[in-house]
């Protein structure tokens, strides 16, 4: 099945400066790569996500990059705040008929004021 | 916008007794998914539902069963409960395989096996 690497695991910015956060991916049939946003023993709020077809896409302080050859991509948050600390996930699912998502362990943001 | 409901919110069973959660996707959404959230862990799939047939199944024990019914909820039912089992339990829904792949999560259930 498929695996996903995220890193770093934790990741402590000052506000307004810029997070990366990067993931990779082991099978090259994924093409769906969305990105959530979960706050402590809420729900996993998509925030961003991108297909196999683009390489770039950009929701405001928030841009998701993907490198389809090497097998990853990366999620940037710019001038951050402290309501962006969480823990942020990657995923990737396949498609079509198989829609699953398989997650990376997480990144635990904190947005130092 | 309505979003992807489930209930209860959280539970609190014994071990070896029995839990039934439930989904009521988007309107309109006709796919389910149910996820496991451990703490500190990332979602894990369990299984998947689309127009009422089981579209995929991952890593859910034999203890556990799922169905779809006719309105596209979904009811995730769990025996012989085990420690292990206490978890976050996160329902997705998405509008339908084939056109759009984005899942949108429910609040999940919390349950707690004494």
């Known amino acids: 099945g498929e695996n996903v690497e995220q890193h770093p695991s934790t990741l402590s910015v000052q506000e307004g400066d810029s997070a990366v956060i990067k993931c990779t991916y082991s099978?090259?049939?994924?093409?769906?790569f969305p990105w959530y946003k979960q706050e402590l023993g809420k729900r996993p709020q998509l925030i961003i996500d991108i297909r196999s077809n683009v390489g770039e896409k950009k929701d405001q302080r928030i841009a998701v990059t993907l490198n389809k050859t090497a097998k990853h991509f990366s999620l940037h948050i710019t001038e951050t705040q402290p309501e962006d600390s969480a823990v942020y996930f990657c995923?990737?699912?396949?498609?079509?008929?198989?829609?699953?998502?398989?997650f990376g362990a997480g990144t635990t943001v904190t947005v130092r004021a | 916008a309505a979003g992807v409901i489930q209930s209860p919110r959280h539970l609190i069973k014994e071990k070896r007794e029995t839990a039934t959660l439930k989904c009521y996707p988007i309107p309109r959404h006709d796919t389910v998914y149910w996820y496991q959230q451990g703490p500190g862990q990332d979602p894990q799939f369990l299984i998947s539902?689309?127009?009422?047939?089981?579209?995929d199944k991952g890593s859910i024990p034999d203890r556990f069963s799922a169905q779809q019914f006719s309105d596209y909820h979904s009811e995730l039912n769990m025996s012989s409960l085990e420690l292990g089992d206490s978890a976050l339990y996160f329902c997705?829904?998405?509008?339908?395989?084939?056109?759009?792949?984005?899942?949108?999560f429910g609040p999940g259930t919390r349950l707690t096996v004494l």
């Open positions: 099978d090259s049939a994924s093409n769906y």
């Open positions: 539902f689309y127009e009422k047939m089981q579209s």
């Open positions: 997705a829904s998405s509008p339908g395989q084939g056109w759009t792949d984005t899942q949108y």
């Open positions: 995923a990737a699912s396949k498609g079509p008929n198989d829609y699953k998502l398989s």
